[in-house]
Structure formats: C-alpha cells, structure tokens
C-alpha cells in the first residue's frame, strides 16, 4: 500500500469515527467506540478495504496519535474532533497556566467579540505549544496563536480536560480570558 493509500484510509477512519458513522451503518456507543470487527465489515461493504493489521498501522502511526484501541484491541475510537455527540468521559484536569490556540487573521474580529466557541465540534482545542496552534491555525488560512489564560479560567470555575493525544479541551473561552499578540 502506498503512504497516499494509508493516509486516505486514515482520514476515512477520522470522518466515520469522529463526524459520520452512519455513513456506512456504523453505531458508536455513548464513548465514541466502535467495534473494530464491524467497521471491518461495514466499511468494506462501502469499497474501503482495511484490515485488523492495518488499523493497527493506522493508530501507531497518525502524526497526531487521532486515534485510540481499546486495551483487548478490540474497540477504537477517535480520541478528540468529533462532531457527534458523544462522550468522551475524561477526567477534568488542572491546566498549565497558558494554552495556545490557533486560528486564522480572519476570525479575530468575531472572537474578539464573543470569544472562542466551539464552532462545530464538541469541544474548543487548545494546544501546549504554540507551533501545534500554529499548524492548527494554518489550516484556516494566515495563523494566528491566541493565549489563553487557562489555569485561570480553572480558578473560576471552568473545566478542563487533556484527550489521549495531549490536545487540551474546554468548552468556551470568554474574551477576558485570551491574550492577543501585538499586532492581532
Ligand atoms: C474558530 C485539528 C469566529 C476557531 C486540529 C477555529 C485541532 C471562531 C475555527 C482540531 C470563533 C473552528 C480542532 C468565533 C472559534 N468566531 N471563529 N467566536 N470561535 N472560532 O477545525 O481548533 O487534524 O473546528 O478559532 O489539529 O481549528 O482534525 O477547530 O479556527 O486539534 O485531527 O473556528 O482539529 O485536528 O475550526 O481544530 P475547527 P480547530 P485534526
């Protein structure tokens, strides 16, 4: 298989377990896991054609650690990004005193406003270092990194959680809460 093979398959894997299962069928339990037998099944049964072995490869090998096994191997699940509503049940967690988030130049004046919300996701993403929030932020077009003033956000009250790949999740930030750049 080729690296542009894998990395489609991968991506299939993130669109069904984070945004669409029922694309091919597929029933996540209230985690966010699926049975990795039956997306075998059901995802071959749409043309996408994995196998046990592969979606091991998958998992040790995604850049961003996206995905998770279950310890008996049997299970996976997206660890972070979904769309659906599903529950992750992660632990709150103290967080560092700053997190970073990356956006784009063109949101600023919205999130200036009301601050970062979660758009379509379940969750608002915060890196631990600012060059992830700057590839996160390249995504959107010309990056901005955002501090956010985590640890105290904490003190008031709000929740943290780390997923299983580092990434950091609240649910909203208020404008009170993010230091611009100089020139954001
Ligand atoms: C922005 C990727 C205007 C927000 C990454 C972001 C991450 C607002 C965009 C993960 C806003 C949403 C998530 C407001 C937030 N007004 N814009 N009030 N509040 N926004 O893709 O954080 O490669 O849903 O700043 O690495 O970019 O998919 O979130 O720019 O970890 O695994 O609305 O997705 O991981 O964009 O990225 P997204 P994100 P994967």
Same mark, same amino acid.
């Given at each position: 298989?080729?690296?542009?093979?894998?990395?489609?398959?991968?991506?299939?894997?993130?669109?069904?377990?984070?945004?669409?299962?029922?694309?091919?069928?597929? =029933? !996540?339990? %209230?985690?966010?896991?699926? @049975?990795? &037998?039956?997306?075998?099944? #059901?995802?071959?049964?749409? $043309? *996408?054609?994995?196998?046990? =072995? !592969?979606? %091991?490869?998958?998992?040790? @090998?995604? &850049?961003?650690?996206?995905? #998770?096994?279950?310890?008996? $191997? *049997?299970?996976?699940?997206?660890?972070?990004?979904?769309?659906?509503?599903? @529950?992750?049940?992660?632990?709150?967690?103290?967080?560092?005193?700053?997190?970073?988030?990356?956006?784009?130049?063109?949101?600023?004046?919205?999130?200036?406003?009301?601050?970062?919300?979660?758009?379509?996701?379940?969750?608002?993403?915060?890196?631990?270092?600012?060059?992830?929030?700057?590839?996160?932020?390249?995504?959107?077009?010309?990056?901005?990194?955002?501090?956010?003033?985590?640890?105290?956000?904490?003190?008031?009250?709000?929740?943290?959680?780390?997923?299983?790949?580092?990434?950091?999740?609240?649910?909203?930030?208020?404008?009170?809460?993010?230091?611009?750049?100089?020139?954001?």
């Amino acid at each position: 298989m080729t690296d542009q093979q894998h990395k489609k398959l991968s991506k299939f894997l993130s669109l069904i377990l984070r945004h669409d299962p029922q694309a091919i069928g597929l =029933t !996540l339990d %209230a985690q966010g896991w699926a @049975d990795v &037998d039956e997306f075998i099944a #059901k995802a071959g049964a749409h $043309g *996408r054609l994995y196998s046990r =072995t !592969l979606i %091991a490869a998958i998992v040790r @090998d995604n &850049d961003k650690q996206r995905f #998770k096994l279950s310890d008996d $191997g *049997r299970r996976i699940r997206a660890n972070q990004g979904h769309s659906i509503d599903i @529950d992750l049940a992660l632990q709150p967690l103290e967080p560092p005193p700053t997190l970073y988030h990356g956006t784009a130049t063109h949101f600023a004046a919205s999130i200036r406003k009301t601050g970062l919300d979660k758009r379509s996701r379940q969750h608002v993403h915060l890196s631990l270092d600012r060059d992830t929030a700057v590839k996160v932020g390249s995504r959107h077009g010309a990056p901005l990194v955002l501090h956010v003033r985590a640890a105290e956000m904490h003190a008031c009250g709000f929740a943290f959680y780390r997923a299983d790949n580092g990434v950091w999740l609240t649910d909203a930030v208020a404008p009170e809460f993010i230091d611009w750049p100089a020139q954001g």
